[in-house]
């Protein structure tokens, strides 16, 4: 029996078919892709919480913790009802466009057979929304009021960084297509911006009880200073889901591309990131030979780099890395002799090293081509972008910083921050079995009588 001669119809629809399953298992590998950078950032929070915690007197570190669990939960929903529309909506600026798509009830924000990549970018945008609120996080830990805390958190971390980003990472951003921006690895959009946001609240937040005597800055030594190193580790395990999270994953023959279209891998960021880590470290201990500060490096020498991961040689990578480790300590000194307690170092590692890793890129990388006809890399670019992005933390830190003060909601009392905060507001005990017996609830009034 001879058999049937296949037309080529049935070819064709043979063909069609295999390519529509290939097309779907290349968006489900992005999906998986990013849904695992985004499960993975969650180690930052998890650091974060232990680093913070640790670095606090014991009579203030569930207090500690407590503000980076509440940072995660505020700042996702926040991000989900306006921070994915302000991403879209400014690229141009501060007038928004008309992006109905990213609203909130729109078809695409929810469960959607039709639409693969909404979701899981909006969850990596939210974490990245989440680490600003955690840099702020720890700046201010042992003084803040938690309710202050969560406004300020939501701010930086729903509609601060975001906006920035919206300006220098959105295809229509206008430092991009009007300065040819270049931050593949977000040390502006997101370390800058928290930063300097950090550094307007500090201004307005005042300093730890004893930390300056007759000017002269005391230390407040952590409670724990192996929890706050394991802490930090933990952040730089998550860094790897964050910048997997800033790297696009792309259908058909594209392969991988930065957030401006322009090729890259996985490998290039594997090197630069390993090396700046390595420098970063190098760095701050030969500054300092302090635990912290060493460990603290690793942050600083990965966000050093982050701006330009694709475009570094890893040996430039560590030496700029290793110069950054030296500068952030140096940094941190000077504003500590202003008379800024900035708690952990966050401004001297998040926003002076990512302002000035912004900056890096168009001294080192001058004269790259961008593609889409947006202009070349710059110095001049983007030095102005990096001002831009302290601009867009500052400003907004300071004035809602200054109002909640204004309106005494900013700080907790004297007696609260005698007692710590963790008595008043937290109503438990850290280590139970070796603290004087937990207040109970009924007693906190006496205790605040004079407050």
Request: net charge negative; charged share 10%.
């Amino acid at each position: 029996m001879a058999l049937e001669t296949p037309t080529l119809e049935s070819l064709q629809a043979a063909l069609d078919a295999q390519q529509a399953v290939f097309a779907m298992h290349q968006s489900m590998n992005m999906e998986v892709f990013y849904w695992w950078c985004t499960a993975i950032m969650l180690m930052i929070h998890a650091g974060f919480l232990a680093y913070e915690m640790g670095a606090s007197r014991s009579k203030n570190a569930l207090a500690a913790g407590i503000k980076n669990i509440l940072a995660l939960a505020t700042i996702i929903p926040a991000f989900y009802l306006f921070g994915w529309w302000i991403y879209n909506a400014f690229p141009g600026g501060l007038l928004p466009a008309s992006v109905p798509e990213a609203l909130p009830w729109s078809d695409s924000m929810g469960p959607n057979i039709s639409d693969m990549e909404t979701g899981i970018f909006w969850g990596a945008f939210a974490l990245f929304g989440a680490t600003t609120g955690s840099i702020l996080s720890g700046a201010v830990i042992e003084r803040i009021r938690v309710s202050a805390f969560l406004i300020l958190t939501i701010t930086v971390g729903s509609v601060a960084w975001i906006l920035a980003g919206a300006w220098g990472w959105h295809p229509d951003g206008w430092l991009l297509t009007q300065l040819g921006y270049h931050d593949v690895g977000a040390s502006g959009v997101v370390h800058a911006v928290a930063g300097f946001f950090t550094l307007g609240v500090l201004i307005n937040l005042g300093a730890r009880k004893g930390k300056f005597i007759n000017g002269v800055a005391q230390t407040i030594a952590p409670h724990s200073l192996p929890m706050t190193l394991i802490g930090l580790m933990m952040i730089i395990f998550g860094f790897f889901g964050f910048l997997g999270g800033c790297i696009i994953f792309n259908g058909g023959d594209i392969g991988w591309t930065t957030i401006y279209n322009t090729p890259t891998n996985l490998s290039a960021f594997a090197f630069n990131t390993l090396m700046g880590f390595s420098g970063g470290v190098i760095g701050c201990y030969v500054a300092t030979r302090d635990p912290f500060w060493t460990m603290s490096g690793g942050l600083v020498g990965i966000i050093s780099v982050a701006a330009g991961l694709d475009l570094y040689d890893p040996a430039l990578a560590f030496m700029i890395a290793t110069c950054m480790g030296v500068l952030a300590v140096k940094f941190a000194k000077i504003l500590e002799n202003k008379g800024i307690d900035d708690a952990v170092g966050a401004v001297a590692v998040h926003g002076f090293t990512g302002f000035v890793a912004v900056i890096l890129v168009g001294v080192f990388a001058g004269g790259t081509p961008n593609v889409d006809g947006n202009p070349a890399i710059s110095i001049q670019g983007q030095s102005i972008a990096a001002i831009v992005m302290a601009l867009v933390g500052f400003i907004p830190g300071y004035a809602i910083s200054l109002l909640l003060k204004k309106l005494s909601m900013l700080r907790v009392p004297d007696a609260v921050e005698d007692l710590g905060i963790d008595e008043v507001e937290i109503l438990a005990k850290p280590y139970p079995e070796t603290s004087v017996p937990a207040t109970r609830p009924s007693e906190v009034p006496n205790k605040l009588a004079n407050v």
